[in-house]
């Protein structure tokens, strides 16, 4: 009897102090990713996931890619993740610049709207797309549409393996 208290003690103290893998992708805005970059210590490359409301495989990716647990532990460990609408209304500063979207038109709704001008500095041709940035903030790579859970992994297995070289 004393043996099966203490195993189950041990595995009841296993099961408590283990630590949970994150459930989802800790989305910060570019400023936030920004200020991070600026300490040595949280330095990271930036994903900048450029979407809109209307967009099928924005929301494919939402629902299938951003939930992988693969997918989640590669970007929460590698990079800054940034959620942005490219066709919104928010301003946003990027490298120091003030981009907005002085065609907004909030009657819209949830339909198309004008492009948002960070949409232009980036030269967004097509959504979703995902815009690598490293940490002093040179933009180095568009990928443009829908990244299945596999192929997201495989991509972000490469950008860590170009951040590991450089």
């Keep these: 009897m004393k043996k099966v208290i203490a195993l189950m003690v041990v595995f009841l103290s296993t099961a408590y102090f ?17 200020k991070l970059n600026e300490k040595k210590e949280t330095a ?8 809109t409301s ?26 800054h993740a940034v959620k942005f609408n490219a066709e919104g209304p928010d ?13 907004y038109d909030a009657s819209r709704g949830s339909g198309r709207n004008a492009m948002h001008q960070l949409s232009s500095h980036f030269k967004i041709s097509g959504y ?5 940035i490293d940490e002093k903030g040179e933009i180095l790579q568009l990928i ?3 990244q299945s859970p596999g192929n997201m ?13 450089e």
Excluded: H
């Design 144 to 146: 443009v549409g829908y």
């Design 54 to 79: 209307w967009c099928g495989p924005c929301r494919m990716m939402e629902r299938n890619t951003f939930t992988d647990s693969g997918v989640i532990e590669l970007m929460n460990a590698n990079f």
């Design 18 to 34: 283990t630590p949970v893998q994150a459930q989802e992708i800790e989305w910060v805005n570019l400023e936030q990713a920004q």
């Design 153 to 165: 992994i495989s991509v972000l297995n490469g950008l860590i393996e170009k951040q590991s070289n």
């Design 128 to 132: 979703p797309t995902l815009v690598v």
């Design 91 to 103: 301003d946003v500063t990027f490298n120091g610049k003030v981009y907005s979207n002085p065609g």
């Design 44 to 51: 990271k490359w930036i994903i900048v996931d450029m979407n």
